[in-house]
């Protein structure tokens, strides 16, 4: 698919438009160029590929996996990216791929609510001067929590026009002054809004009252991947034609085929294009469309929100901090909470991840590794005053980083929810996937491949109704049979 001689790339793109269905049924099997080698688009690719289409992926980074990213830098795996799979159950798209690999999963919750990927149990959060708050106190204020979380469901039916949850938060209190607090109380519940600002990677005065719990979160619980994401994404890419070091910036489309270029200049042409980039990829207009994208997709592309979330993981030489899954300082606004993983509970290794989101993350990302290590290393030090440094660390930078622009998307204040299936909705013979198309299941990774599978789909049943060969391929999901493999989940 690759056109060599840029000279004759018009030819190319034009022998794409003039191929008739005669002359199709006797040419080689359809094409397709998938745009970008993360969850969404190997999925795509993989499914596609298994429906015997000529599969090409152009993927801008050295190396799969987009905002999925395991290192092994420790002499063990450590996601730099996701690293949850949200809904340990069969109906987890993901599941028999990861049940067939045999890949653990360390559960650190049973709750199948978007809030708390955490038990209450599993938490030790401290005062900034590193006193311990009672546990009793953080589980009390954890159901307090949910409770102003239904009072603000109130205030959604009753305001026809949208607003923040920061605002509906305050709207609460201002109606209940029961549930008004203060002193250390208060600072318990700016630490579960700091949780929920880090599950959206954006900040309560942004996130829509309207939307935020639209998302739909599969039953299980939430499992910890063990080992890793890239066992997964290894599988999946498995046989493929990833061309890595492609940058797409531009993606001409015709009625019977696509032409898209890459930095260097190179092209590609094929039947259709799938593409997979993040949507802060797509609002920086990094990658130009001719002709232009529909209105309806332009704006939906502006309209939806990009979150940042990074993460700090810090390597110890030993282990001195309580044995729990969650470190956590609460403070008086959520900008100064702060919260750490303990991966030694789930795969005994010495590392504790930190994890800031919305503007904290933004400022972070302004400082070098080192200065973001040590601040990191400076928080820990309020709780557990003689803590060891750290003996290494890996900083994550996935909001300036050019590939990604953003950790995932986020439903703004007065924006629709139905955004995210307009990016998805193909435009001719162009696909959209992404986490950022699930309508259902937003920013996860199970949503970014179902929506890699569901693009395959649209794009196979669209190139082959086209050159009426749909009797000879295979459809592209629910092909696999689902071998019932349980999946390994546990809890030290
Ligand atoms: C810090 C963090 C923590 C997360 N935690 C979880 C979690 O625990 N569980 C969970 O389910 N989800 C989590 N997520 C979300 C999850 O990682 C994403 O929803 C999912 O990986 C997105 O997959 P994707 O295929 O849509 O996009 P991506 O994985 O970003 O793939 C897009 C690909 O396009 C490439 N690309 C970009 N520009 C171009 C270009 N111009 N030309 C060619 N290629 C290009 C990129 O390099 C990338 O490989 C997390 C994300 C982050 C950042």
Redo the contacts with the bound molecule.
Sequence with gaps: MESRDKSNNNRQIQRANCYSVAERRHDSSPSVIV????????AAARALYDASFQVVV????DR?????HTDYSFGFPV????????GVCDENPLASVIGRLGLPLYRTSGDNSVLYDHDLESYALFDMDGNQVPQELVSEIGVTFEEILKETDKLRQEFTEDMSIQRAVSMVFERRPDFRMDGIRHKVLQWYLCRMEGWF?ADADTISLKSWDQEVLLPGGHGLMVRGYRPVINTLAKGLDIRLG????KVVRRYNGVKVT?EDGRTFVADAAII???LG?LKSN??SFEPRLPEWKETAIKDLGIGI???IVLHFGDVFWPNVEFLGIVADNTYKCSYFLNLHKATGHPVLVY?PAGQLARDIEKMTDEDAAMLAFGELKRILPNASEPVQYLV?H?GTD???LG??SYDLVGKSHDLFERLRVPVDNLFF????TSLNYT??????YS??LMAAEDCRMRVLERYGELDLFHPVMGEDTPVSVPLLISRM
């Design positions: 745009i970008g080698a993360g969850f969404a688009g190997l152009l993927e801008s980074r799969i996996g987009g905002r999925v996601d730099l990216g996701a690293s949850w799979l949200h990677a492609h940058r797409v910036k890459v997979t980039v993040p990829v990094q990658i979330e990074n993460k994890m994550s996935w050019i590939n990604s950790s995932y996937a992404g986490e950022a920013g996860s990774v199970h949503g970014a929506t890699g």
